[in-house]
């Protein structure tokens, strides 16, 4: 068989094949360039998903006679000045996408450019010219793709329902839109408007687009290292989703989907949230572009970094920074049977402070400038409370005035499980297994990486007995949890002797703690890093060692908990990314009862 030339309308469709999968693959191409153009309003208009009609109408710079014929060129851009394709600020670049689209589809180009008194129409049907002419159009450039892949069955067939496709449109929309926040964007699909969003800030953006409960659940990134910049949005911890559906990754502002970026995002929310849940977050990462391949596919949805340790090195370390800083909050909770809205305590940031009167706490308000101090409860090292070792005691009433406390003062304990304490700005429930659970993870976190976690050596050896798998995982993991303060050894085939406990762990129960532990370890052990590993024990630990819910605490001991709580990191919610606490504020309550 000889070798042959392949005719040019076969080459622009093997080319189509690849940059045009799908109607949101020529949606995302054409608003692309209409971005290019310098457009400062994009209108898209679809029909059945896509399938029927694609349409994107700018205000950029538009194009005259001649740059439209060249447009239709392979291999033809304005976007290369020179040969440096590293440098390359545009969205496109290959010059590909209109001649790729008009041999898969009925492709018709208008455009008029600024200072013209008309524009110019181009129609190409599936690779053949068929038409050319004036067209009336205000400056800019208007291209209506109808009937993709009618004339090739082939593709036609493997696309997906109308309903489908329209998705993968408005995520194609979404990820341009949030990117460029100075550009306005309409979506009309059938007739019906789906996303109108003006020229705004990136963070109003991000909410716009994605939920405009980020504006009260978010927190804002921005963080350098060397010459690697991360901006954007991120949720709480306890404002998630149960699919990844809502995560938008940016490199120097072009949308991708890449592994490393996800798996960064995922790691920084590590013990922060459950397995099956996700974060909202836009994340804009921005680098040298010498730093970073943007020419991997046509697609350009992905990306090579030169030193991809770095680039997940700056999201972890941005998100975690940004997590650490929001402190004890939590995500608003929604009550389903009244129109009452949780809110927290936003505004509030607590200093700890030792003066002559002994342990004190002060708290400031940004928004007031005011600063008060009030005596910290006894009985209490640092604010600090060892449960295990406090006899147990009814909560009593407290009588005290409410100091300015971001989640208050103890006034009670509901179910031996929530603690009910006064604010400034109305009531907070906290979850004490939950809260104490995260307050003994970040104190073991906090010990490892300084002088070592505390261990209590056990006056008498504990024996316990488990399967031999169980055994041997143990057994191999020993040297980690020696970090964490448990001391194990084999003790024969089937048996681990615990010679030393964590010591703020009291008095636990090591069956079934060693149960959990090398279920855990079973199911993690071999695909996370040695941190991950040694987060994912502690966080077990910490759970076996928190105060468990059925226990009655005193009202020093529920007050401090909040204390120490309102001080630590990620305290808003557990080890397993569930909330910690809720606030009631006093406008709900008055709702509650008809005042409002």
């Given at each position: ?237 306890t404002f998630n989703r149960g699919m990844a559906d809502q995560q938008f990754l940016f490199v120097n502002r072009r949308p991708v989907k890449d592994r490393l970026l996800v798996g960064a995002l995922r790691a920084a929310y590590r013990d922060l949230l459950a397995r099956d849940r996700h974060p909202v977050a836009a994340l804009f990462v921005e680098v040298p572009g010498g730093e970073v391949d943007i020419n ?301």
């Open positions: 068989m000889s070798i042959r030339r392949l005719p040019s309308a076969l080459i622009d469709r093997i080319a189509a094949g690849e940059v045009v999968e799908r109607p949101a693959s020529a949606l995302k191409e054409l608003v692309e360039n209409a971005l290019d153009a310098g457009a400062t309003t994009v209108a898209v208009r679809l029909s059945a998903g896509g399938l029927d009609l694609v349409e994107v109408t700018d205000d950029g710079s538009g194009m005259n006679e001649t740059e439209m014929e060249l447009a239709l060129e392979r291999h033809a851009t304005s976007k290369l000045p020179d040969d440096h394709i590293e440098d390359v600020l545009s969205f496109g670049f290959r010059g590909e996408a209109l001649p790729s689209i008009a041999s898969v589809a009925r492709l018709t180009l208008e455009s008029r450019e600024r200072g013209n008194a008309e524009g110019w129409r181009i129609v190409v049907d599936h690779g053949a010219r068929t038409g050319q002419g004036p067209a009336a159009l205000p400056p800019g450039t208007r291209v209506r793709v109808e009937g993709l892949f009618d004339k090739v069955p082939a593709r036609r067939k493997f696309l997906r329902s109308p309903r489908a496709e329209y998705s993968a449109c408005l995520d194609a929309v979404k990820r341009l839109a949030l990117a460029r926040p100075d550009v306005a964007f309409s979506v009309d699909h059938d007739g019906r408007r789906s996303i109108n969003v003006q020229r705004s800030s990136g963070p109003a953006r991000v909410a716009a687009l994605l939920d405009p409960s980020l504006e009260r659940h978010g927190l804002g990134i921005d963080f350098a290292r060397d010459q690697l910049r991360l901006t954007g949005v991120i949720s709480l911890p991997v596919h046509p697609a350009k949805t992905e990306v090579r970094f030169r030193d991809p340790s770095a680039v997940r090195g700056l999201i972890i370390g941005g998100l975690r920074h940004a997590l650490d800083e929001a402190g004890h909050r939590s995500a608003a909770h929604e009550q389903a049977a009244a129109p009452v809205q949780w809110t927290t305590s936003a505004d509030q940031e607590l200093a700890r402070h030792s003066g002559e009167g002994g342990n004190q706490a002060r708290a400031y308000s940004p928004a007031t400038g005011a600063t008060s101090w009030a005596p910290a409860f006894t009985g209490v090292t640092e604010d600090r409370l060892d449960f295990a070792n406090l006899p147990l005691a009814r909560a009593e009433p407290a009588l005290a005035p409410v100091p300015a406390h971001p989640l208050g003062v103890a006034r009670g304990q509901v179910a031996q499980t929530y603690i009910v304490a006064e604010a400034e700005d109305g009531l907070v429930i906290v979850d004490q297994h939950a809260a104490h659970e995260r307050l003994v993870l970040e104190r073991m976190r906090a010990a490892r990486e300084g002088d070592g976690v505390a261990r209590q050596d056990l006056l008498i050896a504990e024996t316990v007995e488990l399967d031999e798998t169980d055994c041997d995982r143990l057994e191999e993991a020993a040297p980690d949890l020696a970090e964490l303060g448990l001391e194990i050894e084999r003790f024969g085939p089937s048996a681990m002797l615990v010679r030393a406990v964590p010591a703020a762990l009291g008095k636990p129960d090591v069956a079934s703690l060693l149960a959990d532990l090398a279920a855990e370890i079973a199911e993690f052990g071999g695909t996370l890093s040695l941190r991950d590993r040694l987060d994912h024990v502690a966080a077990t630990i910490a759970c076996h060692g928190s105060v468990r819910a059925g226990r009655t605490l005193s009202v020093a001991e529920m007050n401090a908990l909040l204390r120490e709580m309102e001080v630590t990191p990620r305290s808003g919610q557990c080890n397993h990314g569930r909330p910690t606490w809720v606030k009631l504020a006093h406008g709900d309550i008055e709702r509650l009862f008809g005042r409002r």
